[in-house]
Every structure is written in structure tokens, then in C-alpha cells.
């Protein structure tokens, strides 16, 4: 069976992502033409690599820990040479997935771990890594503004994970998670232009500024609270 590529227009980068596995996780594919990224290989090695149809592959972005994010990391790196990049704070748990009760997952070495305000280049790419706890420890966004993609008139983009969601936010009741940390994690983002294209875990894609209508007005924005 074909899995359905869905192609992403009006960014700054190139996205396309896949919706794969029982949790329908958002798998993306996303490249300035110089280089290419996959974020969070939720599973089904073998429908990415066919989605990226033999372009190579120059890095595997992981915004955290979960097994539905990180389930095909592995076999992804070892069929592509493709480096995995997390954030300092998850990567121990990359390498030694815990028992949360839930899901398994294999273990993936991570080659990069990034810390917050580091820069992720990839091919001309430059994202801004801002770690954003709450669901995990360690969760982790990428933001990219034009300047820094192939598409110039195209809208910023940030890489939410399961951070930040269309109407709202990711749990908290997981190991690990804290809706305090959530909270600021929020507020942080919350700073983000309104015009800014958000690329979550799951579900619909959304925009800074349609968050600001709703999730930030219940999730961290002081002005509400």
C-alpha cells in the first residue's frame, strides 16, 4: 500500500511528511534543496527511505524521546549514515529508552546532542534549537526564519514535536512530564511572530498566530492568566 506524501506550500523550506504508525505521527521530510532532514521516524523504515526516494539524507531530527518519534532512528541512521541529532536532555533516553509503560522502541545512538540557542545546519538550513520542556524533559523545537531557507517570500517555520499543537499542548501526565515546565515552555513560544508555520507531532499544521487565539490564551500567556 502507498503512503500518502502530503507536500507542504508557502514555507521557507521544502516540507513533506508522511502520517505513520497507530498514533498518527506527523513524519517530516524537509530540505532547502542542499540538504535534507527527516524529524521524529515514528516507524516503517522502509516507507521513508521510499519517500525519500534516494535523496540522500544528512541528518534524523528527534524532538524527543518517545517511542512514536523516534521508533524507525535507528534503522534510518543504519540504512542512510544520516547523523540523529537531541537535545542534551533526552539523548541519555534515546540511547536507553526507559520503560514508560507504553510503546517499546529500539535504542539509537545519538551523534549530535544540542543544547538551547544551538544552531542545526543542514545544507544551508540554519535552525535555532529551542528546548522546551514539559511533555519530556529534553523536548526540543527547531525554528527557521527565511533568511536561512530556499524560499525566500515563505513563511518562518518552527518544528514543534509534541510541544505545541493545533488548539493545544502536549501531555504532561507521561514520566518526566511537568505542566509547569509546559507552562513556560509556552511562554517562550508564545514570543514567535503570528506568522510563523508549525509543524506539530500529530494532527493539522497550525500558525503562531492562531495559537495566540487560543492555546496561549489558556497555556502561559501572562495576559490571561
Known sequence: MATQIYEVKGLCVDVSYMVLGPIQNNVYIISDGKGTMVVDPSCE????????????????????????????????????GA????????????????????????????????????IVKVGDMEWKALITPGHTPGSMCLFCIPQFGNHAEG??????????????????DFPGGSMDEM??????????PDDVAVLPGHNNLTTIGAERRRTFAYFGDEEHE
Do not use: Q, W
Open 45 to 80: 523504515v522502509d516507507r521513508i527511505l521510499a519517500a525519500l526516494d534516494g535523496t540522500k539524507l544528512d541528518a534524523i531530527i528527534l524532538t524527543h524521546y518517545h517511542y512514536d518519534h523516534m521508533g524507525a532512528a535507528a534503522a534510518l541512521r543504519e540504512a542512510t
Open 83 to 118: 547523523p540523529v541529532y537531541a537535545s542534551v536532555f533526552d539523548a541519555d533516553n534515546v540511547e536507553n529508552p526507559p520503560s514508560l509503560g507504553f510503546g517499546h522502541t529500539d535504542p539509537c545512538a545519538v551523534d549530535v546532542r544540542v543544547a538551547h540557542g544551538d
Open 155 to 172: 513563511l518562518p517555520v518552527l518544528i514543534s514535536g509534541d510541544t505545541l499543537f493545533a488548539g493545544t499542548v502536549g501531555r504532561t
Open 183 to 192: 507552562r513556560a515552555s509556552v511562554k517562550r513560544l508564545a514570543k514567535l
